[in-house]
C-alpha cells in the first residue's frame, strides 16, 4: 500500500500561485509514476500532470501547459505541483496519484492509489 496525503491548497486571486506537495509513505517512492488530477463539482476528474519514476519525463493537460510545473524528489517521497497564472476555471480538488508505469501516463486507471485531495479555489 502507498499513503499519499496533499497539502498546500488554498484560496487564490486569479494570476496567482499556489504549490501543491504531495507526501508519500509505505513502499518505495522511485518505483512509481506520480500524478495529478482534479475534479470541479459536477465535472469528471480530469489528468493535470505527471511525472515518471526518475523525474525525467512529465506530462500535462493542454489546458495548463505553460502554466503548471510537476516535479519530485525522491530522496524526500514527495511530489509537488508549482501553479502559476491560475485561472478561476483551475478551481478544483487537487489529488495526487502513484502507479507503477515506467512512463507518465494521463489515464486514471494507470494509476493504483490516490490521496484524499486538496482544495483550490481561484477567485476572480
Known amino acids: 500500500q502507498v499513503q499519499l496525503v496533499e497539502s498546500g491548497g488554498g484560496l487564490v486571486q486569479a494570476g496567482g500561485s499556489l504549490r501543491l506537495s504531495c507526501a508519500a509513505s509505505?513502499?518505495?517512492?522511485?518505483?512509481?509514476?506520480m500524478g495529478w488530477f482534479r475534479q470541479a463539482p459536477g465535472k469528471e476528474r480530469e489528468f493535470v500532470a505527471a511525472?515518471?519514476?526518475?523525474?525525467?519525463?512529465?506530462n500535462y493537460a493542454d489546458s495548463v501547459k505553460g502554466r503548471f510545473t510537476i516535479s519530485r524528489d525522491n530522496a524526500k517521497n514527495t511530489v509537488f505541483l508549482q501553479m502559476n497564472s491560475l485561472k478561476p476555471e483551475d478551481t478544483a480538488v487537487y489529488y495526487c496519484?502513484?502507479?507503477?508505469?515506467?512512463?507518465?501516463?494521463?489515464?486514471?486507471?494507470?494509476?493504483?492509489?490516490w490521496g484524499q485531495g486538496t482544495q483550490v479555489t481561484v477567485s476572480s
Open positions: 496519484a502513484a502507479g507503477v508505469s515506467f512512463f507518465a501516463p494521463r489515464r486514471k486507471d494507470e494509476y493504483d492509489y
Open positions: 509505505g513502499r518505495t517512492f522511485s518505483n512509481y509514476a
Open positions: 511525472i515518471s519514476r526518475s523525474g525525467s519525463n512529465t
